[in-house]
């Protein structure tokens, strides 16, 4: 482990608030320095390494108050291991198990933030989604528990057609079984999808991702199946890094909910501030969007600790992207104005109950809303972010099929009896120089996979992309380069190449003669997403 004092950018940097006197308040500092570090009294640390390379550093000790200090710990990047449990852990694991101690602040180094995607998206891959700019968002949530799914689907529905941004599951709509689940969520999805169709606009529904451990994966899943592009999740039930790993595999914009929060920042004198955790912690998570509740509501977050967390979402970490704060619950029509000033235009409004009571039809009372909030800040509306289109994908229908042949003629130059070619030119050189041959499945033949046979020009390449179905390609002329997140693999013809579910692949053409594999998919598979 190199010295960290000689490179004080590798330094995490934590900031701690003591509740001691000033004979205290030394000893304690040093004291959180040992145990989250060595966890062995001083006297039993000797060793130079250990007190250069591990033990943390007391770098200030200011007081704040009667009976409080400030504390300024470094601690030596590498003792993260790059992960995100082990960094909370190391900020504040055996010291939260102490008295008056509370974590107020965290500054870490490029090396850390490195490490971490954060949000998929980001407050500008959100906006592009929608195609709404130079206002909050509006956002409500289809409650509650006990409603049938038709009438779930019938609130999501009204929100949507009302010109609402993003209407999610309440947290508490959690599903028994995956059924259920797909019932619920099927609903609510075909009602927006509904009203999206009416309005030319593109309102997100983002269900709840609540299930076994075992099981989030395949809910997931579904939700990509049905193409959602997002999920709510509550990182403190499913576990920090639970909740990273799947927003890191499926690339959905996770609006993140504050379930269990309070046991962690309610205390003055002990836990985390707002900040540090539904700020800085859940955007290293990956939250596209964090709820919190905001001041004057049910829940006592001050204006202060509300702004702090929304600076914490959108400060500079690295290459990580902004986050949306959603402030949320006790807000009404009157208190818009308020809002738009506290948190500006990159904000989520997050409102329920009050839009359910402005009227009877969910629709009418988000128009109004949505009305008021563009008196106040204005409204730049462009056309949603057009579905990206995969190479594999592109000019995709075939009206009626062109026939079921027991028998398809292989003919000159790699093309077949009774089946035509498809080229298309990606806009965005998202794919160049490629055209496809649908050989079996899309004509009406009783089969479960599709058999095509893609041809890349030289100097072409397929889209780079991944999807839950597998590949299975054989090459057939030419030479090409399979490129995926683990490898790099010249293939030649008769080479047979396997491509995993959600691996990060592309074909490449870097030879100087047409490059031709087949390619075997399963006929009923979800659509590919940019990595």
């Known amino acids: 482990m190199s010295d960290p004092t000689s490179h004080p950018s590798e330094l995490i940097h934590a900031t701690y608030r003591l509740r001691a006197d000033a004979t205290q308040a030394e000893q304690l500092a040093r004291f959180i320095a040992y145990e989250q570090t060595v966890e062995l009294p001083e006297r039993l640390i000797t060793s130079p390494h250990l007190l250069d390379n591990v033990v943390g550093k007391v770098e200030a000790l200011d007081a704040d108050g009667p009976d409080h200090f400030r504390a300024q710990i470094a601690y030596n990047a590498e003792l993260a291991s790059g992960q995100l449990g082990q960094l909370v852990n190391l900020l504040y694991g055996n010291v939260s198990m102490g008295e008056g101690i509370r974590l107020v602040g965290v500054d870490l180094p490029p090396s850390v933030l490195a490490q971490f995607r954060g949000p998929s998206h980001g407050v500008e891959g959100i906006r592009a989604l929608l195609g709404v700019y130079d206002r909050p968002l509006l956002a409500t949530a289809v409650k509650p ?8 689907g ?8 009302g010109g609402g941004d993003i209407v999610k599951d309440d947290q508490n709509l959690v599903s028994s079984d995956f059924e259920s689940f797909k019932r619920r969520v099927d609903a609510c999805a075909k009602a927006v999808a509904a009203a999206n169709q009416q309005t030319g ?13 075992q099981d989030l994966d395949q809910y997931a899943e579904f939700v990509l199946e049905l193409g959602l592009r997002g ?15 799947l927003n890191q595999r499926y690339g959905l914009i996770c609006m993140a909910h504050p379930a269990m929060s309070g046991a962690f920042t309610q205390s ?3 836990g985390m501030a707002h900040d540090v955790l539904l700020g800085s912690l859940f955007r290293l998570a990956g939250a596209d969007i964090s709820v919190f509740p905001a001041p004057g509501g049910r829940f006592p977050y001050s204006a202060s600790e509300c702004a702090d967390l929304a600076a914490a979402l959108r400060s500079p970490m690295g290459s990580l992207p902004q986050s949306l704060p959603s ?8 208190s818009l104005p308020g809002l738009c000033a506290d948190y500006g235009n990159d904000a989520v409004l997050l409102i329920g109950g009050s839009l359910q009571a402005h009227d009877a039809d969910l629709s009418v009372g988000t128009a109004s809303y949505l009305h008021r909030i563009r008196d106040i800040c204005g409204e730049q509306l462009e056309p949603p972010q057009r579905e990206w289109v995969s190479s594999c994908e592109f000019d995709s229908a075939i009206p009626g099929g062109e026939g079921v042949h027991t028998l398809l003629k292989f003919l000159d130059d790699f093309r077949w009896a009774h089946r035509e070619d498809r080229q298309y030119k990606s806009n965005e050189d998202d794919f160049a120089h490629v055209r496809r041959v649908e050989l079996i499945g899309r004509h009406g033949e009783q089969a479960d996979f599709d058999l095509r046979y893609f041809e890349i020009e030289p100097g ?31 293939l030649s013809p008769m080479d047979v190449a396997y491509v995993k579910p959600l691996e990060v692949h592309q074909l490449r053409n870097e030879g100087e003669e047409p490059f031709g594999f087949f390619c075997i998919v399963d006929r009923e598979r979800d659509r590919p997403m940019r990595p």
Do not use: W
Request: aromatic content about 6%; some cysteine; hydrophobic content about 40%.
């Open 268 to 270: 003055r004198d002990h």
């Open 145 to 152: 528990r006990g409603l049938s799914d038709a009438e779930l």
């Open 154 to 161: 019938r609130l999501a529905g009204q929100f949507a057609l």
């Open 231 to 245: 999920v709510l999740m509550c990182p403190l039930v499913l576990g920090l890094d639970r909740v990273r790993q």
């Open 201 to 213: 606009r593109n309102t997100l529904y983002f269900p709840h991702l609540a299930a076994p451990d």
């Open 327 to 334: 402030p949320a619950g006790g807000m009404s029509f009157e």
């Open 460 to 490: 072409g390449y397929t889209s780079l992309e991944k999807h839950l179905h597998t590949h299975v390609i054989l090459t057939a002329r030419g030479r090409g380069v399979l490129v995926t997140d683990q490898l790099q693999e010249q």
